[in-house]
């Protein structure tokens, strides 16, 4: 088959629980093998007035954001296993820049194709997928597919 292994990256928002949707049917399809790859953000230095948040702060939002992007893996996993019981699925959780760990892990996974929401969640998490599934699409050398 021309897919055998899929990544689809999720930030537990609608779009990219869509995208995870989009992959596991793709899977099931074509027998392929299903990687859902979550990534945890640099935790960036927030000012508020004359209060700068030190490193303490920036651990603490660190350690929230992966147990937020564990949870998210965890219930993508269990979602389509019980609703794909037949597909093989896997999770990887990274950290650092989000479009560069996606490209990243295509590329050591030897991915054949990258599904991903065309945007994520903004507030909480702080992605801004529709920034990042254009960073993947122009700079990955696999096949994209972008899904709103």
């Not at 296993?81 to 892990?105: F, M, N, R």
């Not at 991915?111 to 992605?127: A, Q, T, V």
């Amino acid at each position: 088959t021309l897919y055998r292994k899929i990544l689809v990256a999720t930030d537990g928002s609608e779009q990219a629980i869509n995208a995870l949707e989009h992959a596991a049917n793709f899977a099931q399809k074509w027998g392929a093998l299903l990687t859902i790859l979550s990534v945890v953000p640099p935790p960036t230095p927030m000012i508020l007035g004359d209060v700068q948040f030190g490193r303490d702060f920036s651990l603490d939002l660190e350690k929230t954001f992966t147990a937020y992007h564990l949870g998210v893996l965890d219930e993508a996993k269990k979602t389509l296993k019980s609703k794909y019981p037949s597909i093989d699925v896997s999770t990887q959780l990274k950290k650092g820049t989000v479009a560069l760990k996606i490209v990243e892990a295509s590329e050591d996974e030897n991915i054949d194709l990258i599904i991903i929401g065309s945007r994520g969640l903004s507030g909480f998490s702080c992605l801004l997928l529709g920034s990042i599934s254009n960073y993947v699409v122009n700079h990955c050398k696999k096949p994209v597919l972008v899904v709103k």
